[in-house]
């Protein structure tokens, strides 16, 4: 049973000249009861990510499951 699931995320700031791709098509699951870290160099798009999951910014495309929904 997947806790989590992500499907194609992206996330774009900015455009055109200022275009920032943040994220790009992310995808993969986390089950009931997994524990999971996050790693990558600065600017790679780890407070990007968490913002999504969170629900406390919407992705440019793609979408985030929590329990289903
Ligand atoms: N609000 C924003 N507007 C424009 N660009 C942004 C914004 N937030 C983040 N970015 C850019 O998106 C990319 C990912 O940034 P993010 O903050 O997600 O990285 P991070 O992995 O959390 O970095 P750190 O380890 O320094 O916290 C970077 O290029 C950053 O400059
Ligand atoms: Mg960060």
Excluded: C, Q, W
Excluded at 14 to 19: A, L, P, Y
Excluded at 24 to 36: L, P, Q, R, T, Y
Excluded at 46 to 52: D, E, G, P, R, V
């Amino acid at each position: 049973m997947d806790i989590l699931k992500v499907e194609n995320l992206t996330k774009v700031y900015g455009k055109d000249t200022t275009e920032v791709v943040a994220l790009d098509n992310a995808s993969f699951s986390v089950g009931k009861g997994e524990f999971v870290a996050i790693v990558g160099a600065s600017g790679s798009g780890k407070s990007t990510l968490l913002h999504l999951l969170g629900g406390v910014d919407r992705p440019t495309s793609g979408k985030v499951f929590v329990d289903g929904k």
